[in-house]
């Protein structure tokens, strides 16, 4: 069974196919997906490792199957798991709520138990507010597909580096 569970929501497919290079990037086999959409709380119960992917939706909301998902989060043990962070945004045209639903989530599920990791410089972004910002830093990795799709890859995989550490793998 794959140590890690990455549960992403995804409405244009940017989501998914960032998850599908983290799982890569991790080495496949130890990373499981799950499209939040057809998720149950019980999804979570094996993994003491979760990577939520979620991007921000119109003016700093949730994407829709996240929006769906958000109430049943409280059927989830988070206790002693170790949940990291990344989404999608617009910087851009979005400065305001640029990584929001990235910092609703982790918000909430920290308020659950959930120990975050995976916190990212905010060097190298240009927005002006983000729900998504703790003490400086992102609360996990922020993307923007629209503005800077060619720092991705790299991304991720700086990313990636880094949880492997903060996991333990």
Not at 54 to 72: A, K, R, V
Not at 100 to 127: K, P
Request: aromatic share 14%.
């Amino acid at each position: 069974m794959a140590k890690i569970a990455l549960f992403f929501g995804t409405q244009t497919g940017n989501t998914q196919t960032e998850a599908e290079i983290i799982q890569k990037e991790f080495g496949g086999e130890v990373v499981s997906l799950y499209d939040v959409s057809k998720t149950e709380p019980s999804d979570f119960d094996n993994y003491n490792y979760i990577i939520i992917g979620c991007p921000t939706w119109n003016i700093g909301e949730l994407q829709s199957d996240w929006e769906d998902f958000y109430d049943e989060l409280d059927n989830v043990n988070f206790s002693g798991k170790k949940v990291a962070y990344f989404g999608a945004g617009d910087q851009v045209g979005y400065p305001d709520s640029f990584q929001d639903a990235m910092g609703i989530l982790e918000e909430r599920i920290s308020e659950l138990g959930g120990e975050t990791v995976g916190y990212w410089s905010t060097d190298g972004y240009e927005f002006n507010e983000s729900k998504g910002v703790r003490d400086g830093k992102f609360v996990g990795l922020a993307l923007d597909e629209d503005n800077q799709s060619d720092l991705t890859d790299e991304r991720i995989k700086d990313w990636v580096g880094k949880l492997k550490s903060e996991f333990g793998l």
